[in-house]
C-alpha cells in the first residue's frame, strides 16, 4: 500500500511539472477567453505584495529559460506553465503558456511566451478582452503570426471586482456614471500582475514595444481609430504611432485616424490614465501620475468595431501593419553588435567588455534584484564578481537611449 502512494505521489508530482500540450494556439487561448468571468461576482483577487514578488520571479525565470524555478514558484499561487506545441499554419512552435490552474482562485489573466520569437522585442497586451469587443481574440490572431515575444490576457471583465482601484482617472464603463476605475481593469492599476508582467518585460528586454489594443464606440464625430504612445509628445527616437497608422492607411485608406501627439487638441480614449503606458513612459507613480515624457515604447490602439475588430478580415489588417512596421529580428545577436564582451559567459570573478557612448551598466539576480549598479561613460569595464553566487544574471548595457541585455550565468 505504501508503494502504491509513493508511487501516486510520484506520478502527481511528475505530471505537475512536466505540463505538455499540442495542437492549435489560438483554438487553446479563444477556450481560456470564453470562460472568462463578466461583470460582476468579484471572482478576480487582488494579489499580495509576497504573490507579485513570487511573480515577478516567475516571469524571469521563463525570460531565461529556466522552467523548473518557473514551474516551481508558479505551483505556490496556483498557477502552471504549459509547454504548448502550436501545430497550426504548418508550424510546430514551441509556447510557454502562464495559466492558472483549473480550479481558479485569482483570475489573474493568461500570459504567453514564445520560445523562439520572431519578433522577440514586441508585446502584444489586451487587458479588456472581454469588454472591448474581439480585442482578445485579434490579439491571438496576430500574436499567433507575427510570433511576437510575448501575449498578455486578462482574467476577468473590468468591471468584475467592485472594489474601486486607488489609481488616478475615471470612467462610465461600468456604471453609467464616472467613478474611479476597478481593482479588475488591469490597464488602470498598478497592483496586478499584469503590471508587474510589464515592469519585468520592460527591464528585461533592450527596446521591448508594447502594443496594446483597445475598442470604442464610434460617435458621428470620431474617427476609426485612436492611437497614442500615452502621451501628447513625439518621441525623439522612433515614432511607432505614425507608422502603424501609416501601413493601416495603406491597407485600408477607408481608415480615419487621431494621433495623440500630433492631434494635440484632441481628448478622447488617449489613455493617459493608463499604468503600463504611464510606467513604459517613465512616470515616478504609474498610479496617479501621468508622463512628463515619452519612451514611445507604449502604443495605445483604440479601434471601432467594424473595420478592425469585427472578424478575422479586420484582424488581419491590425496583424499586417504590426508585421511591417516591425519586421523580424535579425538572427544577429543585438548585443553583440553593440557590446565586445571580453570574457567567458559562464564568468567566475569578474564580468569584462568594451562598448562606445555607455551611459549606464547594471547587473541583476534572476529575481530581478540589483546586485550591481553604475552611471558611467568610461568605455572598458570590469565588474568584480567574486562575491556573487553561482546562478543566472542579467548584464543590462545602456547606449545613448537603447539597453542592450545579455543573460550571464556565474559558474
Known sequence: MKKIFFLLFVALSFSAFTQ????????????????????????????????????????????????????????????????YTNTSLSLNRIFYVLEEKNTQTNYWGTYVFSKTPDRNNLILQSPHSSHDFNTG???????????????????????????????????TVCSGVSEAFKVSDMAHNTNNMF?????????????????????????????YVIMTNGTDITPTTVDYVTMIKNELFTIDNSLTF?????????????????????????????????ASETSGRFIHIE???SKLRQDASGWEKMNAALG??????????????????????????????????????????????SVYSNNTTDENIQINTKKMSSGIYFLKVHIGNATYTKKMIRE
Open 324 to 369: 511591417n512596421v516591425f519586421a523580424k529580428t535579425l538572427a544577429v545577436d543585438e548585443f553583440s553588435k553593440k557590446v565586445i564582451l571580453k570574457t567567458t559567459n559562464p564568468f567566475t570573478n569578474s564580468i569584462s567588455f568594451s562598448a562606445k557612448n555607455i551611459t549606464k551598466v547594471e547587473l541583476f539576480n534572476v529575481l530581478g534584484k
Open 258 to 290: 487621431k494621433l495623440g501627439h500630433i492631434d494635440t487638441d484632441w481628448d478622447r480614449l488617449r489613455g493617459f490614465t493608463n499604468t503600463q503606458g504611464r510606467f513604459i513612459n517613465g512616470s515616478a507613480n504609474p498610479c496617479n501620475t501621468s
Open 137 to 171: 481574440k485579434q490579439a491571438i490572431y496576430a500574436f499567433n503570426r507575427l510570433n511576437t515575444i510575448a501575449l498578455f490576457l486578462n482574467g476577468t471583465q473590468r468591471c468584475n471586482n467592485s472594489t474601486a482601484s486607488t489609481c488616478a482617472g475615471t470612467t
Open 20 to 83: 505538455t500540450d499540442s495542437g492549435d494556439l489560438e483554438v487553446y487561448l479563444n477556450t481560456k477567453l470564453s470562460n472568462i468571468p463578466g461583470d460582476t461576482g468579484n471572482n478576480y483577487k487582488v494579489p499580495t505584495s509576497g504573490e507579485l514578488t513570487t511573480w515577478g520571479t516567475v516571469i524571469t525565470a521563463i525570460l531565461a529559460d529556466d522552467l523548473a524555478t518557473a514551474r516551481t514558484q508558479a505551483a505556490t499561487i496556483n498557477y502552471q506553465i504549459v509547454e
Open 303 to 305: 479601434q471601432e468595431k
Open 195 to 223: 503590471q508587474k508582467t510589464t515592469e519585468v518585460l520592460f527591464n528585461s528586454i533592450a527596446n521591448s514595444v508594447f502594443v496594446q489594443l483597445h475598442g470604442f464606440s464610434k460617435k458621428s464625430t470620431d474617427p
